[in-house]
């Protein structure tokens, strides 16, 4: 059996200076996805996003979601089964995330959604994001 070599992904250094001044941000949904999904799997992959690198946060081998740096912002992208958007749809989210995930093409793995984290606020919307996304029937 092949063993595949563990992928490091950038430096802090690397990624601070990719994320601006945001790096607060990224830890802040880090810690607060990790205190509701345990054990959290953080884990790196190469990507052909401009920064090279897409960041997975995994719960039980389940992507919960990507955080990624473009252009200097910090990006979370996410995706939905069509029970969580229409459990999203009702919920308090903010105006602007509804009209993405209402807005966004449906696959056969749901509905994905890209936006820019640029505030503490936005961490309390990735966090209910995520629980909405876990929600059991």
């Not at 719960?59 to 029970?83: C, T």
């Not at 936005?122 to 059991?136: E, G, N, R, Y």
Request: aromatic share 6%.
């Amino acid at each position: 059996m092949e063993v595949k070599p563990e992928i490091k992904g950038p430096t802090k250094t690397e990624l601070a200076a990719a994320i601006g001044g945001t790096d607060v941000l990224w830890d802040g949904i880090v810690d607060a996805i990790g205190k509701k999904f345990q054990p959290l799997a953080p884990e790196w992959k190469p990507s052909k996003l401009t920064f090279g690198w897409l960041h997975l946060l995994k719960h039980k081998k389940r992507v919960l979601l990507y955080l990624f740096p473009d252009g200097g912002r910090l990006m979370v992208s996410i995706v939905l089964g069509e029970r969580a958007v229409a459990l999203a749809l009702n919920s308090g989210l903010p105006e602007a995330i509804k009209k993405l995930i209402a807005e966004a093409r449906p696959y056969v793995e749901g509905r994905g959604i890209r936006f820019p984290v640029q505030s503490a606020a936005d961490i309390a919307t990735v966090s209910t994001l995520v629980d909405i996304k876990t929600t059991q029937e």
